[in-house]
């Protein structure tokens, strides 16, 4: 998952900023089109955060995606670094690449805003979160077990990968 829009979307000099990347990701069986679970015992490559857009800045999107991964995944070396501490300036497109994954298979997003704002007297408002999310159905699986991984990014090749 990526926060595109870090610190605001006037501003996204520290975007991409990722929130979550997880490799290995197996389908359950499909049965006739049928909704099926996603279940990874890979490790974790970036832990998750989740979302928290600076107070009073506007509303930031998050995405998700999975891509096609390949059966000898391995974490690109220049994105090592990233972890629950150093997660800004992330590139989807370049991870995309030197990761070898595949096309995309699926993607989704939401909104997120948080309205606190603290006031001179140190009261503070409330905020809220929208967006939109189906459940993935597998009919662009072409096959019945595969691999994903979900690598959350953005741009054209959001991350998320799916080994089949």
Not at 22 to 33: E, F, H, V
Not at 61 to 67: A, E, G, H, K, P
């Amino acid at each position: 998952m990526i926060d595109i829009d870090a610190p605001s979307r006037t501003n996204t000099s520290l975007a991409q900023v990722i929130h979550w990347i997880q490799p290995g990701y197996i389908s359950a069986s499909l049965k006739n089109g049928s909704y099926f679970p996603l279940v990874s015992t890979s490790p974790v490559v970036v832990p998750y955060a989740g979302p928290a857009p600076p107070p009073g800045i506007g509303s930031h999107r998050y995405v998700f995606s999975l891509f096609k991964q390949p059966a000898s995944f391995t974490n690109p070396k220049a994105y090592a670094g990233f972890n629950a501490q150093n997660r800004t300036h992330f590139n989807t497109t370049d991870y995309v690449k030197q990761a070898g994954l595949g096309p995309i298979v699926a993607a989704n997003y939401f909104t997120s805003e948080n309205k606190n704002v603290t006031g001179a007297n140190g009261t503070s408002g409330t905020g809220s979160g929208n967006g939109t999310a189906a459940p993935f159905r597998g009919d662009a699986i072409e096959t019945s077990s595969s691999r994903l991984s979900l690598v959350l990014g953005l741009t054209v090749a959001t991350v998320g990968l799916l080994a089949m």
